[in-house]
Every structure is written in C-alpha cells, then in structure tokens.
C-alpha cells in the first residue's frame, strides 16, 4: 500500500467523521436547517435516513431495511457532485453510517454508533466506490457480526 493511500485510509475516514459531525451540529443547532420537530430523534426511528448537501436536507427515505430498499437509497444519490450521509437505524438502536463523495478530495467512509451507550467505531479503510458503501449497509443490515468480520472498524 503506497504512504498516500495509507494516509488517505487511516485519516480520511476520521477526518470525514469529524467533518460530517460537525456540519450536522452546527447546521441542526446554530442554523436549524434540519431540525424541524419532524425530524427530532431521528437516531433511534428504525429507518434509511439521508442528509444531504452537507447536513442541510433531511429525508427519512425508508422504513424498510431490506436489501432492495438499501441499494435504491444509495443508488438514487449523486456521489459525484453531492455530499450525503446514508444512516441505517436498527430498531435495537444501533446505527450505521456511510457519507461523503466520491470526489478524491473528499472520499468515503463508514461509521457505527450505538448512540445511547456513546460508542463510536470508525471503518479504518475508507470505502472507494458505491458498491462497497452498498455492502458494508448490508453487511450491518444482516445482523451479527458480519460487518465486523467483513470490515476494520476501530
């Protein structure tokens, strides 16, 4: 593995994670674009929720948590010139999120969260590519520990 792809692995994902927390913090609380009262407690409605444009759109696009429901979500998305955040809810109120773009300059990255326990996992190799968005989604959504095995999350 060259050092800029090491580089890009070890800190794009976390550097990604931190950006995306913070757009969604300072767009919800300082602005309130996507904090209506429709959309508070998003973290524990089982769903596929979608922020969009840096945080300032909100859609919760499916109840649903099949496979088919999960590949239309992330396919219906512009990763080229769009910046989006994917977050599948389980109703055990676990989360997994996928977010940013597939401009090199700001990549991809995954990102698992048990909110009410505060745990935080980070990928450690950012995904490259929609499909691989698509299965670490699928992998969580199969339950166990399969996205753990598949994928490094520390």
Request: aromatic fraction near 10%.
């Amino acid at each position: 593995m060259s050092t800029d792809r090491m580089i890009k692995s070890t800190i794009g994902p976390l550097y990604l994670h931190l950006m995306c927390c913070c757009c969604v913090f300072f767009l919800t609380t300082q602005l309130g674009v996507a904090s209506d009262r429709a959309n508070e407690g998003w973290e524990e409605r089982p769903g596929i929720h979608v922020f969009s444009n840096y945080g300032a759109e909100y859609v919760l696009e499916s109840e649903d948590l099949s496979e088919a429901a999960v590949r239309a979500v992330i396919e219906d998305l512009d990763w080229v010139d769009g910046f989006h955040q994917v977050i599948v809810v389980r109703p055990s109120g676990e989360s997994m999120e996928v977010g940013g773009s597939l401009q090199e300059e700001i990549g991809l990255a995954a990102v698992y969260r048990i909110t009410p326990d505060k745990v935080t996992s980070v990928i450690h190799e950012a995904p490259e590519t929609i499909e691989e968005i698509v299965g670490i989604l699928l992998a969580f959504n199969q339950g166990g520990d399969l996205w753990r095995i598949r994928y490094d999350f520390r």
